[in-house]
């Protein structure tokens, strides 16, 4: 009996998180379980390197995972804001979420590009899987680089 309560607890749970976030719920699904990944390869690389892992080494990785959500929220309050104006202007979003999934995307990439590199410091070998990341994640730069001509700068 108590499984089962343990079991509908646990789906209930994902079903709300994919309901709550949405779009956003598969890369949050994807980057959550890789910043914790990232973060115990990177201290397994150092080790294995003889770098000595301090506090302060180990407080400036979980700051850098903290601010990746505030670079979501803020992605998130762009697409806020482009979606009230759309509505305002009776505009309908097939894609209401689109800034904050971009980033939320490229994000995991960059975990993934980052463990896949921690493997490789620590002697693994990873002759496809990094090099096909790195591709991905210049062809999601391509895409969204914008042009700085015509902007002043200061």
């Known amino acids: 009996m108590k499984a089962k309560a343990i079991e509908y607890t646990i789906s209930a749970a ?4 994919f309901s ?4 956003l719920a598969i890369p949050l699904a994807l980057l959550i379980p890789c ?3 990232d973060y ?3 201290m397994a690389a150092s080790k294995v390197n003889g770098e000595k892992i301090t506090s302060e080494k180990s407080f400036a990785g979980i700051v850098k995972k903290v ?6 929220f803020v992605g998130y309050g762009v697409d806020c804001m482009i979606s009230y104006v759309a509505a305002n202007l009776h505009i309908e979003m ?14 995991v990439i960059n975990e993934l590009i980052s463990i896949t590199e921690n493997c490789e410091a620590t002697g693994v070998a990873i002759p496809v899987l990094s090099p096909v990341l790195r591709f991905i994640k210049k062809k999601i730069e391509t895409v969204v680089d914008t042009p700085e001509e015509g902007i002043k700068k200061e």
Request: charged share 0%.
């Open 94 to 107: 097939a894609f209401p979420l689109l800034f904050s999934a971009m980033v939320a995307s490229w994000l």
């Open 20 to 23: 709550f976030f949405g779009v």
């Open 40 to 42: 115990f390869t990177g």
């Open 35 to 37: 910043n914790i990944i």
């Open 14 to 17: 994902i079903g709300a998180f």
């Open 67 to 72: 601010m990746m959500y505030i670079l979501i």
